[in-house]
C-alpha cells in the first residue's frame, strides 16, 4: 500500500506520467549513443552501441531510482515516524518496490530494441530473474543503511547523489570491463555492480552464461550487505523518533 502511495504521489500532476521511467535511461542511452560512436568509440565486442548501453543503464536507472527516492523516506515523511509506530522499514523499501515499477515499464522498450536490433533469445536468458533478485538485495540493502544514517546525518542528502554520480563511472555502464587494465581488474571486480552489469550483458547480449567468478562476488557482498544493514536499521529505529 505504501509502494501504491508512493507512485501515485511521484506522478500526480506530470504531465507525462510514467513516460518518464521510460524517457531517463533512453535519453542517457541516445546520449551516450552519440558521444561513444561518433566522437569517441568505445568497443562492444560487436554490439551495437545503443542496446551495449541500454542494458546497463536499464538495472542502473533502477539502482538509482530507488536510491533517490528510498534514501530520504524517513526524514521526508517525519511526522509520520514520530506520531505513529510501524516497522519503519515499509518507508524505504515502498520506495523501492514503487521504483520497481519504473524499471518493468523501462524493460518493454528494451524489449523492443532487442527486437529491433534481432538480438537472439537464449535459454541462458532464464538467468535474468536471479540477477535481478542479487541487484535488489544489494539495492535493498544500500536504502536500509542510507535511509537510517540519514536521520543523524542530513549531509547525506548532498552526498548520495554525488556518490551515485561517482560510482556510475566506476561502473561498466557506458564501458565494457575489458578496457580496466588488469592490474586493477582485481580491485575494480569488488564493485558488486560490475558482475551484475557485466552478467546481464552476458545472457541478454550474448547468449552465454554469466561469468560466475565476477557474479559470485557480487551476490555474497549484496546477501551481506543486505543482513547487516538490515540489522543496522532495526538498532537504530528506536531513535528515529526522538532525533527527528
Same mark, same amino acid.
Given at each position: 500500500?505504501?509502494?501504491l502511495?508512493?507512485?501515485?504521489?511521484?506522478y500526480?500532476?506530470?504531465?507525462l506520467?510514467?513516460?518518464?521511467?521510460?524517457?531517463q535511461?533512453?535519453?542517457?542511452m541516445?546520449?551516450?549513443?552519440?558521444?561513444?560512436s561518433?566522437?569517441?568509440r568505445?568497443p562492444?565486442?560487436?554490439v551495437?552501441?545503443?542496446?551495449?548501453?541500454y542494458?546497463?543503464l536499464l538495472?542502473?536507472t533502477f539502482?538509482?531510482?530507488s536510491?533517490? &527516492?528510498a534514501?530520504?523516506? +524517513?526524514i @521526508?515523511n %517525519?511526522?509520520?515516524v514520530?506520531?505513529? #509506530?510501524f516497522?519503519r522499514?515499509?518507508l524505504?523499501l515502498g520506495?523501492?518496490?514503487a521504483a520497481c515499477?519504473d524499471?518493468l515499464i523501462?524493460?518493454f522498450?528494451?524489449l523492443?530494441?532487442?527486437v529491433f536490433?534481432?538480438?537472439?533469445?537464449s535459454l541462458n536468458?532464464?538467468w535474468?530473474?536471479?540477477?535481478l533478485a542479487i541487484?535488489?538485495a544489494?539495492?535493498?540493502g544500500?536504502?536500509?543503511?542510507?535511509?537510517?544514517?540519514i536521520?543523524?546525518f542530513?549531509?547525506l542528502?548532498?552526498v548520495?547523489?554525488l556518490?551515485?554520480?561517482i560510482?556510475?563511472?566506476?561502473?561498466?555502464?557506458?564501458?565494457?570491463?575489458s578496457l580496466?587494465p588488469?592490474? &586493477?581488474?582485481?580491485?575494480? +571486480?569488488l @564493485?558488486? %555492480?560490475t558482475?551484475l552489469?557485466d552478467? #546481464?550483458?552476458?545472457v541478454v547480449?550474448y547468449?552465454?552464461?554469466?561469468?560466475?567468478p565476477?557474479l559470485?562476488p557480487?551476490?555474497?557482498?549484496?546477501?551481506s550487505l543486505l543482513?547487516?544493514?538490515?540489522?543496522?536499521?532495526?538498532?537504530?529505529?528506536v531513535?528515529?523518533?526522538?532525533?527527528i
Amino acid at each position: 500500500m505504501w509502494a501504491l502511495r508512493e507512485i501515485k504521489v511521484r506522478y500526480k500532476q506530470s504531465v507525462l506520467g510514467a513516460a518518464w521511467a521510460i524517457l531517463q535511461p533512453l535519453a542517457l542511452m541516445i546520449v551516450l549513443t552519440v558521444v561513444f560512436s561518433f566522437f569517441a568509440r568505445v568497443p562492444t565486442d560487436g554490439v551495437p552501441y545503443p542496446i551495449f548501453s541500454y542494458t546497463a543503464l536499464l538495472p542502473w536507472t533502477f539502482l538509482s531510482t530507488s536510491i533517490a &527516492f528510498a534514501v530520504p523516506s +524517513m526524514i @521526508n515523511n %517525519m511526522n509520520l515516524v514520530s506520531k505513529i #509506530y510501524f516497522p519503519r522499514e515499509i518507508l524505504p523499501l515502498g520506495s523501492l518496490i514503487a521504483a520497481c515499477l519504473d524499471f518493468l515499464i523501462a524493460a518493454f522498450v528494451f524489449l523492443g530494441l532487442l527486437v529491433f536490433y534481432r538480438v537472439p533469445a537464449s535459454l541462458n536468458l532464464l538467468w535474468v530473474p536471479l540477477l535481478l533478485a542479487i541487484q535488489i538485495a544489494l539495492t535493498s540493502g544500500i536504502v536500509l543503511f542510507l535511509s537510517a544514517l540519514i536521520v543523524s546525518f542530513r549531509d547525506l542528502r548532498f552526498v548520495v547523489p554525488l556518490g551515485v554520480q561517482i560510482w556510475m563511472y566506476a561502473s561498466p555502464v557506458i564501458y565494457p570491463t575489458s578496457l580496466v587494465p588488469e592490474r &586493477f581488474r582485481s580491485l575494480y +571486480m569488488l @564493485n558488486p %555492480m560490475t558482475g551484475l552489469i557485466d552478467s #546481464y550483458r552476458s545472457v541478454v547480449l550474448y547468449g552465454d552464461a554469466p561469468n560466475l567468478p565476477d557474479l559470485i562476488p557480487s551476490a555474497l557482498i549484496s546477501a551481506s550487505l543486505l543482513v547487516t544493514a538490515y540489522m543496522y536499521f532495526k538498532r537504530s529505529e528506536v531513535r528515529f523518533a526522538d532525533i527527528i
